[in-house]
Structure formats: C-alpha cells, structure tokens
C-alpha cells in the first residue's frame, strides 16, 4: 500500500521567507565588477583630500586601484575589500607592482561586516540601495570621517560637495559624466547647550537648543529673557559655527561662535560686536543631555 505525505504549502512559508531574506542580504552584499576610471579614481581623491595623515577604505575595491592610487600618489595607509577571491589577488598583485604592498591590504569579506572604525576616507563604487543600507554604519563613524562615492548619492543626505566630472575613460573609452560625492561625517549635536560669558562684571547666561537633520541644523538662544533665531548653524565633522543677534539690555549685540564638538562638550570662541559689548570671549559650553 503507498503512503501519501502530504505537505501543506503555507507550512513552508517560515523556512521560505528565512531563504529569500538571506539570498536578498547575499545579493546586497554583491556589486557588478565596474572598474572606476583611473581619471576619476585620482579626483576622487583630490575631493576628500587625501594626504599621507589618512587611513582609506575602499568598499567594493576590485582590483584596488582607489587604495593603491592613494598610497602610490598620496602616502596614504588602508585596505580594501571585496567579495571576490579574482579581484583580490588582482589587487594585490596590483599593490605589488605599485610597491606599496607595505602601505595597503585586501580582504575577501563582506562589506557590511567590515569594522570601519580606522577608516579616515571611507570611499564607494557601489549601488543605491547599498550606499542606503551602509548609511547607518557610517553615521557613527568618528566625526570628520570623510565618504566618497562614485556616481551614487545617499539621498535625503545631501553631500558636502556634488561634483560632475567628465571622464574620457568611462563607458569602456567612449566618455561620459561621472557624479562624484562627498560627505563629511557631522558629530551628534542636537540638544540643550548651556554656557556664560562675564559681560560688563557679571556672567551672562545662555542656551542653545539645536536641532539637527544629519549636517543641517536650525535652532534658537534664550539670552536675557528672549529667543532669538541662529542666523548661521554650520557643521562640518566636528567643527561648529554659530551666528545670532540678541539684544542684551544696551541694544542689539552680534554673536559669532565658532569652535569643537567632543560628546556633550563644546570649546571654542565668541567674537561679540555691539555698541557696548565687543571683544573675543573663551566659550566652554556644556549639552544638558546626550543625544
């Protein structure tokens, strides 16, 4: 007599969504092996300024030519990775012949599991959908930490320059625009912050509340009783510049801050111009509560 199993199809469904997860993370993780030009290999560098100082990242590095270009040309120190065993061993063969086989080195690895941590210049030749699934990661990169990307944006993140360059190598030699950009990672700012500076014999208090989209900020000051508009709220990496007017009891004084974000701790300048309070004033300022 024959036995019928019967295996109902919507009990499968679990094991199912489990393998059609993990073959979508498999294919995220996989670009299509598009050389960058060497034309545009070497502005891209030239964007995020790459000296001798800097550890590079190269995500997707097929033969390396980014982190070689940039320790051969630059003196800069990194390592690339790329899911390939090819592209590997073509890089580093390329490291060799450049003699910078002691500034760089390539790993077989998947990009999303890759610490960037040491990383200085992270730079990309990926897609869309995989620059926005790195966004996170790199968001929490230590502020200053610049990315380059070839040709694919990050979105609602707008970058810190947008540039479009003409590469007489791309297309296989028949020539074309390249879109080239770059981010400078900002440090976490939005919050309370809170400091004094000693005007005619007496501390006067401020706070600033910021709040922060990424590199783009908007915020008031409560000084003297008001709330007054930043005019100017600027951040690049961890440097920040505050601008606003607030009238302190002898009329309308301008107020320009500049200086660094560590954590919660803020240290920089106040250069003041008013009618009765002008002069450069030491600013330490402390954020009420992380962010």
């Known amino acids: 007599m024959m036995v019928r199993t019967v295996v109902r199809w919507w009990a499968m469904l679990p094991a199912l969504a489990l393998l059609v997860g993990a073959a979508a993370h498999a294919q995220e993780s996989r670009v299509p092996y598009v050389p960058t030009p060497q034309d545009v290999v070497h502005r891209m560098l030239q964007i995020a300024r790459v000296t001798s100082n800097d550890y590079l990242i190269d995500l997707g590095s097929g033969d390396g030519r980014i982190v070689v270009t940039a320790a051969a040309k630059h003196g800069a120190r990194g390592f690339g990775v790329d899911i390939n065993p ?6 580093n063969e390329n490291a060799k012949k450049a003699g910078v086989i002691d500034k760089v080195e390539f790993y077989q690895r998947d990009l999303f599991q890759t610490d960037l941590s040491q990383a200085t210049v992270i ?31 990050m979105e609602e993140w ?11 190598e791309k297309y296989h030699g028949a020539g074309g625009n390249s879109e080239l950009y770059l981010w400078v ?18 501390p006067q208090a401020y706070v600033v509340n910021l709040n922060q989209t990424f590199q783009m900020l908007t915020g008031n000051v409560q000084v003297s009783g008001r709330s007054v508009p930043l005019q100017v709220a600027r951040l690049r990496g961890d440097e ?8 302190l009891g002898a009329g309308p004084v301008k107020h320009e ?27 330490s300022a402390v954020r009420a509560a992380a962010q």
């Open 123 to 153: 730079s990309m030749y990926l897609l869309p959908r995989i620059n926005l699934d790195l966004r996170p990661k790199l968001l929490d990169l230590k502020p200053g930490t610049r990315i380059v990307s070839h040709d694919f944006s």
């Open 240 to 247: 920040l510049r505050l601008t606003f007017t607030a009238d």
């Open 86 to 91: 090819t592209r590997i061993a073509e890089a």
């Open 185 to 202: 990672i900002p440090a976490k700012v939005a919050g309370e912050w809170r400091w004094e500076l000693p005007l005619r014999g007496k």
């Open 158 to 168: 707008k970058p810190d320059i947008h540039e479009t360059f003409y590469s007489k």
């Open 257 to 283: 801050l500049r200086g660094k974000v560590d954590g919660n701790r803020f240290n920089g300048t106040a250069d003041l111009s008013g009618a009765r309070s002008q002069g450069r004033y030491d600013v």
